[in-house]
């Protein structure tokens, strides 16, 4: 059901037209009429979105006046500058964290909150310097981030230092997920999804970028092709346009949007049942000896992405659960145990103290009743 493609993607292939066409601007109105937000470019990953949405933060590409029409408001954000240090979390995929190295900015690693996974705010907060113009998460397993706190935290570093820090959210395990009554990604910062292969929803591989308004929307539009705007009526685009601004090879092309149109039709059915199976979870491993549960708040509604727990003695309950033909894994490593980050190493002592214990169940749309009940009996029978 997720990697369904059908006929649509068969007549996409035999179109003639396979690059960023029709199928694209069909399937980003589906995901702008779905969020309930106008500002969104679909791209080939959320890898590129994130670098895109980073690049389009530096100072050196805004382009001309813009940081003269800045410095007349009264929130004078100065841009990106090379060297600038980006707040973020170790734990989550090295695809949010190696865009900030590849924009030639510095990371400085915030802890996590033990009982969400998501990134420690107090930590972050104290970690706010005159130099935090950018502050960047995931949301754990599609869990969401406090975000009227995150809104706090930024007001209070325009306080302090004349500017509101940026925020990037990485969505890629939240597609579905709602804070405070809203889908994660519409709450007013850069926002990146993945529909990569094992994603909610898949293209084969692509990503989404929301942005907070029309001018970010319409320079993302420009800057995912080379700067070159595809919907003008030149007799020859690539030939005729004069590029004000470069930009990358990120487009979406038809054959990854017919896909992603195919599967968008399945989403709230493959959300609902990830968290069905986490709801079934949460109930029949409540009080078993050797596992923590995450905390639920009553504001935000994650999409399950995954279902991580902490165990005790870690490896041995995942040696036992694979003798018993269940996948228990953390997921993902840590980042900054990587030699490439290795200049930015801090304490982080929450996770320190968490990683020995993580682990995550299964919890897809795949799950059955039978399976998920499978998966409780050979947690309960110990490790
Ligand atoms: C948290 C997170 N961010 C970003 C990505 C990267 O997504 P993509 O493969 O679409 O670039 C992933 C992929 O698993 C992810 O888990």
Redesign the pocket.
Known sequence: MAASAGPATSRTLESGYIGQGPKVELFEQQLRDRLGHDFLVTVN????AEHLAIHMLKRASTPKGRDERLKGGRDVWPGLELGDEVLTTAL??T??NWPILANGLRIKWVDIDPETLNVDLEDLERKLTPRTKLIMF?HWGGYPVDLERVSRICARAKDMFGFTPRVIE?C??AFGSMYRGRPIGTHGNMCTF???AIKHVTTG???LLTLPDAEFLSRAQLLRWYGIDRTSNRKDFRCEADIGEWGFKFHMNDIAASIGIENLKHADELVNRHRNNAHFYDQALASVPGITLLARHPDRESAFWIYSILVERKMDFQRAMKERGVAASQV?ERNDIHSCVSEFRTPLPTLDRVVPSLSAIPVGWWVTDEEREYVVECIKRGW
């Open positions: 990953s959320a890898t590129s989550t995929c695809a949010t995931v990485d890629a395990h993945s529909f990569q591989d692509g990503g993902h």
